[in-house]
């Protein structure tokens, strides 16, 4: 039998994946950094990338917390 804690770091990891996603192409995709100014489409994008990795590290830094406070929980018991 499988522990709830492994199934709940399941749905959290699915919750990040989707929420990730939803950010990603609802906020950030029709977004533009030029405003007034005739911005560069390559140097848009580049900047689309970048906080778009920064989001992708912040949810597997969350993941990876979650799983080791789940492991040292199973550890002790």
């Known amino acids: 039998m499988i522990p709830w804690q492994v199934l709940a770091f399941v ?3 699915w919750l990040l994946i989707l929420a990730g996603g ?9 977004f533009s950094f030029g405003g ?13 990338v970048a ?6 590290t912040a949810w ?7 799983k080791n406070w789940i492991f040292q929980k ?3 018991s």
């Open 51 to 56: 906080i778009a990795l920064l989001l992708v």
């Open 22 to 30: 939803g950010l990603i192409v609802i906020i950030l995709g029709p």
């Open 36 to 48: 007034s100014v005739d911005l560069d489409p390559i140097l848009n994008s580049g900047i689309k």
């Open 74 to 76: 199973q550890l002790k």
């Open 11 to 13: 749905f959290v990891m």
């Open 60 to 66: 597997i830094f969350a993941l990876s917390v979650i």
